[in-house]
């Protein structure tokens, strides 16, 4: 995860993709799911900016958290972009 980030966070800075400079919060979230639900996953892909017109980034994550009955502490939730 230690790379992904770090060549994300290269190659978004090197293409210009938000004003100043962009880094990960620390931490992560990782969720798998099965083969079958592949279409399932694609369609989320595919409507997500609508969805998240709904519901934000921050809610849904939680949400994820709560359904696998993830501990967490709010202190480490992502902080929205200003």
């Known amino acids: 995860m230690q790379e992904v980030k770090r ?3 290269a190659w978004i800075n090197t293409n210009h993709l938000i ?3 962009f880094s990960w919060q ?3 979230g990782a969720f798998s799911y099965s083969k079958s ?4 996953v694609c369609k989320y892909i595919e409507t997500q900016e609508e969805h998240h017109r709904k519901k934000t980034f921050t809610e849904e994550y939680i949400g994820f958290l709560e359904k696998f009955g993830i501990e967490y ?4 939730i992502f902080k929205p972009i200003e």
């Open 26 to 28: 620390e931490g992560y």
């Open 73 to 76: 502490d709010k202190r480490y």
């Open 7 to 9: 060549d994300s966070s």
């Open 19 to 21: 004003r100043g400079k």
């Open 37 to 40: 639900q592949i279409p399932i």
